[in-house]
């Protein structure tokens, strides 16, 4: 039987994925999203089903040691690799037919990360 709910644990994304990192040089930025994209790459190919889903939904949660306050459009925009690791694995047909959940924050000071969690929308086989 198909998978229809997949969750995938990931460290918290760095400052530089952030659309308001500012890192002194393009190439540090190049390499903070490579690495994070092939992580989530990694992580979604232990899930793949046999024909990548169409449409789905997306929920991060994300757990931080703190109670800072956090810009939410901004954590889901720090995404932006992982989503795309999770087409590069096919798990997605594509990053366009992600369907996005507003991002939670959760206090974990003991183990700080973020959780994806896709779930497939649409008829079988879409």
Excluded at 3 to 30: C, D, I, M, Y
Excluded at 32 to 57: D, F, G, I, N, Q
Aim: a positive charge; hydrophobic letters at 40%.
């Amino acid at each position: 039987m198909e998978k229809e709910r997949v969750t995938l644990t990931l460290p918290l994304p760095s400052r530089t994925l952030s659309p308001n990192g500012r890192p002194r040089h393009w190439a540090v930025r190049s390499r903070a999203v490579r690495s994070y994209r092939e992580l989530a790459h990694l992580l979604a190919l232990r899930h793949r089903p046999p024909a990548p889903w169409t449409v789905a939904k997306v929920t991060c949660r994300f757990f931080y040691a703190t109670r800072r306050r956090r810009d939410r459009d901004n954590l889901l925009a720090s995404m932006k690799p992982a989503f795309d690791g999770l087409a590069d694995a096919r798990l997605i047909a594509d990053d366009a037919g992600l369907i996005h959940q507003p991002a939670e924050i959760v206090i974990d000071p003991d183990d700080p990360r973020v959780e994806i969690t896709v779930e497939r929308m649409g008829p079988k086989g879409t």
